[in-house]
C-alpha cells in the first residue's frame, strides 16, 4: 500500500520570532518580488492570518489573496503586515 504524501507548509516551522526573521531576510535576498510576497503570507499564516488580519485591518480574505502565488499586495499591505509581525523593512548599500 502506497503512502499518501501531505503537503508541507514551511509556516509550521517558523516558530519564533528570529526564524521569521531569518526566513524574511532570505526571501528578500532573492530579490524576486513574487517569491518574497508569498515569503511574508507564510510568516503570517504562521503568526496566525486572524490576529494579521486584526492588527492590520484588512480581511482575512484580501491577506490570502495579497500573498497568494498569484497575489501582488501593494506596499502599503506589505508594510501593515510587517508592523504587525513586528519587522521592519531596513535599506542597505548593494555589494557588486
Do not use: H, L, V
Given at each position: 500500500m502506497a503512502e499518501k504524501l501531505t503537503a508541507y507548509d514551511p509556516?509550521?516551522?517558523l516558530g519564533s520570532d528570529e526564524a521569521k526573521a531569518?526566513?524574511?531576510s532570505?526571501?528578500?535576498?532573492t530579490g524576486d518580488p513574487g517569491y518574497i510576497a508569498h515569503a511574508l503570507g507564510v510568516v503570517a499564516?504562521?503568526?496566525g492570518m486572524?490576529?494579521?488580519a486584526n492588527d492590520t485591518g484588512l480581511s482575512r480574505e484580501q491577506l490570502?489573496?495579497?500573498?497568494?502565488e498569484t497575489g501582488?499586495?501593494?506596499l502599503k499591505t506589505t508594510l501593515a503586515v510587517?508592523?504587525?509581525l513586528g519587522m521592519t523593512l531596513a535599506a542597505k548599500a548593494a555589494t557588486a
Open positions: 509556516a509550521e516551522d531569518i526566513f524574511m532570505e526571501a528578500f535576498e499564516r504562521a503568526k486572524t490576529q494579521i490570502y489573496k495579497s500573498f497568494s501582488n499586495p501593494t510587517m508592523k504587525a
